[in-house]
């Protein structure tokens, strides 16, 4: 397999691959060409042959890709060909909204529970999963080999539980605290910073006033 | 002002200078070196230096850089030295955990209103804002000179939303929705999608399990 060769860039283009495909298959369209996908994507066609030359010959000459093949592929290389058991530390309005949200399901992201220590939600299911007191996180974990966890907890005791977590054997980190959480070499953190995205929208605002500004001063 | 040119690449890092320098204020401390802010953010103390020494001296050699004054400029560069009167479209779970976001209302960004169509939801408050029928969107936006909105409904009906926004004077787009949206040169989109990076853990959670595999191999 190439696998190891297909640079990070790729990589970080091949969700939105995945998703267009996707959407695709649920329109009932088989094949496409490049340049049909391009214009979706707004990609040049040279780069979508490029990036999807990385998987090996799917695109023939004159026939297009075949989406379920392509799909298939990259759902191989994202790991998303199988189901991963995630839980959510924190039932708070973000917390619940990961937890609703049928498109992890639909991709094999099933979340067995979520943890929180308020009383009022323990108990209570949201999504499909259970909301389950913090005591109970640690056990859960090795028990039902969690390997996924979504941190939706303030910073300040996200620190910790992401450090429990990580000794009960979760290899990877949702991270929408607003903090930076160092872990060993072996764990992997995505973040997802909200504050940070609103922003650097504001700042690309306020980009378009000044030069508007400016296009008045020439 | 040399506003014009600091790099994109340090533009993207501002938000997190800004998060450090907030906590650091709240923490009461006054001053830092670049060594000690190094530690915290797991940069090198040059690569902060010279970040830095795009907004001028605010670094004294020996005294470290005044947090406060470093924090003010971040936030006039970030156009969070104002306050942004924003909406959100869509009261589902994520409508209303950013509604109810109060790091967002700390920097300045208002929530005036959320707008849905479900008649359940319709005249009840989240966080600050009332929910207001979706037919009121267009007159509110334009009443109130509303700048930015978040889109947190189905990619079905955002293409149409967010089209019906810039007509109505929005310029700043930060799109929940699982679309791709083509908008103008001078409107600015911030897409969050959740799914992508749910997907890049998941692929780079494979790449942990690779690895060990490949040195148990070796």
Not at 39 to 63: P, V
Not at 83 to 107: C, P, S
Not at 134 to 150: N, R, W, Y
Not at 206 to 215: H, K, L, S, T
């Amino acid at each position: 397999m190439a696998k190891k060769e297909i640079s990070q860039a790729v990589i970080l283009r091949l969700p939105r691959y995945y998703r267009y495909l996707e959407d695709l298959m649920e329109q009932g369209v088989e094949r496409i060409s490049s340049n049909e996908l391009s214009k979706r994507m707004h990609l040049t066609a040279s780069q979508i042959r490029q990036d999807l030359n990385n998987f090996g010959g799917f695109g023939q000459q004159g026939y297009g890709y075949n989406i379920k093949n392509l799909h298939d592929e990259i759902a191989k290389i994202l790991n998303i060909d199988v189901e991963h058991d995630m839980i959510i530390v924190g039932a708070g309005h973000l917390g619940q909204a990961l937890a609703n949200y049928t498109n992890f399901r639909k991709r094999g992201f099933l979340i067995k529970a979520v943890f929180d220590q308020d009383p009022r939600v323990i108990g209570t299911t949201v999504g499909n999963a259970p909301v389950l007191p913090m005591e109970k996180m640690d056990d859960f974990v090795k028990d039902h080999g969690i390997k996924m966890a979504a941190i939706c907890i303030p910073k300040a005791p996200a620190v910790e539980v992401v450090e429990s977590l990580i000794a009960d054997g979760v290899v990877g980190i949702w991270n929408f605290a607003h903090v930076d959480l160092a872990v060993p070499e072996n764990i992997v953190i995505e973040n997802v910073h909200l504050s940070e995205s609103l922003m650097r929208l504001s700042y690309r605002v306020g980009e378009v006033y000044r030069n508007q500004d400016e296009e008045k001063n020439e």
